[in-house]
Structures are given as structure tokens and as C-alpha cells.
């Protein structure tokens, strides 16, 4: 299994269940956004929203 690590001033991150939730908002922002008629809209809402949960789940203590 690859894992990305960065080194940040001696911490380690890793950005695998980051990673996976960002995927995730994604394809959920994009089937919104098919249903709703306007795939473009669905990507951008997902990819904010994939960021932040990126954000919050990609720091493992």
C-alpha cells in the first residue's frame, strides 16, 4: 500500500484517508451535479468540499 508522506518541520503527514474523502465529496459532487443538470457546478461544490475534508482526516495523530 503506498502512503504519501510529507515532511513538515519533522512531522509526518498522511494524506491516504484524506485522499479517499477527497475522492469521495468528489464523485458525490459530480452525481449531484448531473442530477441537478450542471456537472461543472457538482465538480466545484465536491472538490470544496473534498478539500476540507481532506483537511480535517488527512492529519493521523
Do not use: P, Q
Not at 18 to 25: E, N, V, Y
Request: glycine share 24%; aromatic share 8%.
Amino acid at each position: 500500500m503506498c502512503i504519501a508522506k510529507i515532511k513538515n518541520g519533522g512531522d509526518d503527514l498522511n494524506y491516504e484517508r484524506g485522499g479517499i474523502a477527497f475522492t469521495g465529496c468528489l464523485f458525490v459532487g459530480i452525481g449531484i451535479g448531473m442530477m441537478a443538470g450542471d456537472t461543472g457546478v457538482g465538480v466545484m461544490l465536491g472538490m470544496g468540499v473534498g478539500f476540507l475534508a481532506m483537511a480535517l482526516f488527512g492529519k493521523r495523530a
